[in-house]
């Protein structure tokens, strides 16, 4: 069975940082592009960084500079540092896990950032 599960999300002050964790099981974790997605009220998914296998990674324009993805495949888990935080960074963080046909989605953790 498969399992993303996120953890790190909670509120935060502009211009703070925060650290998400994706723990991975039930995947070879190395074999799969992993990501970063985020979804606003109201706006729809959007990719906010990907790393894939080679440790490759992108990023959303918006957020270039201030996050850096990275993995850790001894320990099945993906990582988002967030940094220089501000208000439109608010959402639900998703991580993906995508190999060939293969897409998992886990069930997010929520970022707000408010003073």
């Known amino acids: 069975q498969v399992q993303l599960v996120e953890s790190g999300g909670g509120l935060v002050q502009p211009g703070g940082s925060l650290r998400l964790s994706c723990a991975a099981s039930g995947i070879i974790f190395g074999m799969y592009t992993m990501g970063w997605y985020r979804q606003a009220p109201e706006k729809q998914r959007e990719m906010v960084a990907i790393?894939?296998?080679?440790?490759?990674?992108n990023y959303a324009d918006s957020v270039k500079g201030r996050f850096t993805i990275s993995r850790d495949n001894a320990l099945n888990t993906l990582y988002l540092q967030m940094d220089s935080l501000k208000p439109e960074d608010t959402a639900v963080y998703y991580c993906?896990?995508?190999?060939?046909?293969?897409?998992?989605w886990g069930r997010g953790t929520l970022v707000t950032v408010s003073s």
């Open positions: 790393i894939d296998s080679g440790r490759t990674s």
């Open positions: 993906k896990a995508t190999w060939g046909r293969d897409v998992y």
